[in-house]
């Protein structure tokens, strides 16, 4: 979660996408995440051997080393229903794979089953110093995935100075292989806009997160942030990704936050099936609201709860 942490993830992704980018170049997309972390450990003394796709509920994805030899295996879920999911599932053991692996070589597991968690666990005394390691690999490993999937300035160049809507969601999520849920928190990572993205189930908001630029604007989305009922989530008049196209305007006193209210334009989707929807507000560049310069980290935990099931 820190930021010299992150940034190592940050530099491995870049570094191994510059690789891609000049040995496949435009057509690097979406990213085949099997080869490349085949190709990239071949040349450690340590290579992934295998990389198997297993059918187990409640489980995402495994790096774990071989019990005889030096070299390590990947087990992933399959996931017919979620497209984009095995993608960032194989993406994010890879990152497990080239920036943890000395830290799981003493017979610790990345992602273990829940069942099998005992296994690796540290003594009680050292649980929250664990727990705290736990979720800072597990944060690099995401950050990581989202890197090599979507690299920033290629994202930036498809967007252009476009507004975000459906169809050029669509073309994201196609282009890089990601789920909904993954392409537009990378776009809300390094927006320079005003925006935010707000998941939310039976009324309430699961998670959310502001951009930067609305962060500083008085924009937060808490967990359990209670969806307006005039939003277009609010009234369950969203669409899916194939049929919604343009933002709707909404005026001032519909979304409200820290600092008031003010017109937004919101774009929801709704995954029937699962019964989430996934907001996106665009607001305006000014607001009047003076923008601050602020000391606080912006990546807090406050602001963005994952829950795995989501990404
Ligand atoms: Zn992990």
Redesign the pocket.
Known sequence: MTGRTTKSATRAATDLSRVIASVLGEARFPIDVEAWAVEVSRQQPDPIETIQKVAIDGFD?MLRPHPKRRAWQILYAEQPRYPGRERFTLA??FG?YLLHRQDLQSGGR??AAPGEEAEYRCLPLHNDRWKEQEAR??EE?DTFACHLLMPFDDYRAQLGDAEISGALLAHITDRYGVSLTAAVRRWIEFTDKRAAMVVARDGFALWGRASKAAYRSGIFINSGLEIPEKSLAGMGKGGSLATTSRPTSLPSGVWTFARGSEPVKELTFIAERLGVSLTILQFEQYSGYRLEEDEEPWDSYDQFVRPSEDR
Do not use: L, V
Request: aromatic share 0%; charged share 45%; proline share 0%.
């Open positions: 994805g994010h053991e497990h990345a992602d690999r597990e490993a």
